[in-house]
């Protein structure tokens, strides 16, 4: 899965009908098939050659491409566009070749005896490299920047940009206004580049930006799609619409990496938009952006500016509800320390006016503090007793608090370690996006559903209780709902079990393949190391390690959670051990041994 998420899937759904295989299916001898055991595999197809990936005509910018699929019988040599390809004992292939731009083909050949040669194509459209602009004086309209419609305020930077003839003077303007040099950046290619800073109290009607090259009555001029504007009238305000999930995100810039998940409700300034991204104000020094389809916009409301109250600390039976006192639904972050002893809430858009702070769970929470971290930042700290480590946490807005959910860690016994730990499994995929497809036609869906009934019979034998989010093949269980599960049905641990593909355009064969192991809040990284060592010394693939994956269902922060890429699909001799019964248990024991070491090192000490 990991980056190759989105190809993988995409692999799946993209596939054309004459590109999948029609084969029966049936089950491993180990595991009978029951309405809890689906078909893992299918039967090999006596078809001379079947190409899985890529799907035909697929467009690719690449300068090589992997293609997958099996052939019969599995002992006749191969080529494709006359290189030799290894096949696997079940007829299974993964082959890399340079690809050339145009409609590239590739041809497979099957000698089937001396005289008899099966073959087979598949085609892929890739893109001709760019050029410098032909003739004299012209400009790729194509080439221009921005491609969306920007709304500015005062003080933000304007950046332009445009392809045409190398070597000419550029300039531009944004409707009517003063023309502004552009400077060449890539003189091979002909690339132009010019900024402008708005000033301070910029006000004009969306305009499109005009481009012009050369100089005099013989200057080319065009105009871009996009339309610009600027505003000094008083900011929007965008209030967080109710979601499925409970929250959205907040974006270091459009499309970007993640900055915060702000809940229903949360109000922010709008200070610009970038085509559906809303720029909004966090603080005097931060900014982020958000999904205009996830807020409601008033121009009316008054700008959001919270003020802190009394702050109480409630026992409960996971631990303890820290109760932040606010006059308004603000955005926040939470910052866990290097030790899971303590955290910061950083509360954007507020004010300090904490008078009393109320600890009712002193055998948790040793200690409250807050300070004005900047002028609009409130920064609270909660610190836990000694020998105490956040197992987890969980916000949510009640009443006219901010309520964050403190974890405390779960009773663990000593001798049996999983004994009464809930632990949710999450097989990946589902019938609607099935993920990645082997070269035999193996379902990353189904793959992972098998490891994880194999994973669920050990881990109750060791006494665990085992959730699953898709409690049968065939559900359909969305990304979001996976993780929301696992907080409405009380887990104590999180395991989303996936199988990896590549991106196109990346060389299998560039280093060694196998399994990895994801978290992302710091609470998870001890569990993806017990689990890790667990793999490296039970799972005879290669060890890809233990890495930090922006990745939804790791990200939700009730528990301890992980992500595991168990082998490649796309790989014939790995997809071969997925569809085997044994290295599946094997694969269970693994997890039950990472989780087993990962308890008992963090069983409270007296």
């Not at 491609?147 to 009517?176: H, I």
């Not at 205009?292 to 008054?302: C, G, L, N, R, Y």
Request: aromatic letters at 8%; charged letters at 20%.
């Amino acid at each position: 899965m990991k980056q190759a998420f989105a190809v993988a899937l995409l692999l799946t759904l993209s596939l054309s009908a004459a590109a999948r295989p029609k084969h029966a299916i049936k089950t491993a001898p180990e595991e009978p098939q029951t309405a809890a055991s689906p078909p893992l595999y299918p039967v090999r197809s006596t078809e001379p050659i079947i190409f899985i990936w890529p799907p035909e005509n697929m467009p690719l910018a690449a300068d090589g491409e992997f293609i997958l699929g099996s052939v019969s019988p599995a002992t006749a040599p191969f080529t494709i566009n006359g290189a030799a390809v290894a096949v696997h004992r079940d007829g299974g292939f993964i082959a890399w070749l340079p690809i050339s731009p145009g409609t590239f083909t590739f041809h497979g050949e099957l000698a089937l005896s001396s005289v008899t040669t099966a073959t087979a194509e598949r085609h892929i459209l890739v893109p001709v490299p760019a050029s410098p602009v032909p003739g004299k004086l012209a400009i790729d309209p194509a080439s221009l920047s921005p491609k969306s419609d920007l709304e500015l305020r005062g003080g933000d930077l304007l950046t332009v940009r445009m392809k045409g003839t190398p070597g000419k003077p550029a300039r531009f303007r944004v409707g009517k206004h003063d023309w502004l040099p552009m400077r060449i950046v890539n003189a091979a290619l002909g690339i132009y580049e010019g900024t402008q800073l708005l000033a301070p109290d910029a006000d004009f009607e969306a305009s499109p930006v005009e481009y012009e090259l050369g100089s005099g009555w013989s200057s080319l001029k065009t105009l871009g799609t996009a339309r610009i504007s600027a505003s000094a009238k008083p900011f929007p305000v965008a209030t967080v619409k109710m979601s499925t999930t409970g929250f959205t995100s907040v974006k270091t810039g459009p499309a970007n990496g993640f900055l915060m998940f702000p809940l229903s409700g949360t109000r922010l300034p709008v200070t610009g938009r970038e085509n559906t991204a809303l720029r909004v104000r966090l603080s005097d020094s931060l900014s982020g952006w958000i999904e205009a389809k996830d807020v409601e916009i008033s121009t009316s409301a008054p700008p959001p500016h919270a003020v802190t109250g009394t702050i109480n600390v409630a026992k409960t039976d996971l631990g303890a509800a820290v109760k932040i006192g606010v006059s308004e639904k603000t955005a926040f972050d939470v910052e866990l320390s290097a030790g899971l002893d303590a955290l910061i809430v950083r509360l954007y858009n507020t004010t300090g006016h904490t008078n009393w702070i109320i600890n009712d769970a002193p055998e948790f929470v040793s200690e409250i503090r807050w300070r004005q971290e900047a002028t609009d930042v409130v920064a609270v700290t909660v610190l836990l007793k000694p020998n105490e480590m956040l197992w987890g946490w969980w916000p949510s807005f009640d009443g006219g608090c901010l309520r964050l959910d403190l974890h405390r860690t779960p009773e663990i016994s000593k001798s049996k370690p999983l004994s009464g730990i809930k632990v949710m499994l999450d097989p990946g995929h589902m019938p609607s996006a099935p993920g990645a497809t082997g070269p035999l036609g193996t379902r990353e869906m189904d793959a992972n559903y098998a490891i994880a009934l194999a994973a669920k019979t050990r881990l109750e034998t060791a006494g665990a209780a085992v959730l699953m989010t898709r409690r049968d093949p065939l559900d359909e269980v969305s990304l979001a709902d996976r993780p929301k599960q696992a907080v409405e049905r009380g887990a104590d641990i999180f395991v989303s079990l996936h199988n990896n593909a590549l991106p196109d355009g990346e060389n299998p064969f560039g280093k060694p393949r196998g399994f990895t192991v994801f978290y992302y809040h710091p609470q998870s990284l001890k569990l993806g190391r017990a689990v890790h060592e667990a793999y490296r010394g039970r799972i005879k693939l290669a060890d890809e390690g233990l890495r930090w994956g922006n990745l939804l269902v790791a990200r939700q922060s009730a528990m301890p959670a992980i992500l595991v890429e168990t082998a490649y699909m796309i790989f014939p001799d790995q997809e071969a051990l997925l569809n085997d019964a044994p290295f599946r248990d094997e694969l269970s024991k693994a997890l039950v041994e990472g989780l087993e070491n990962f308890l008992r090192s963090s069983r409270r000490k007296p």
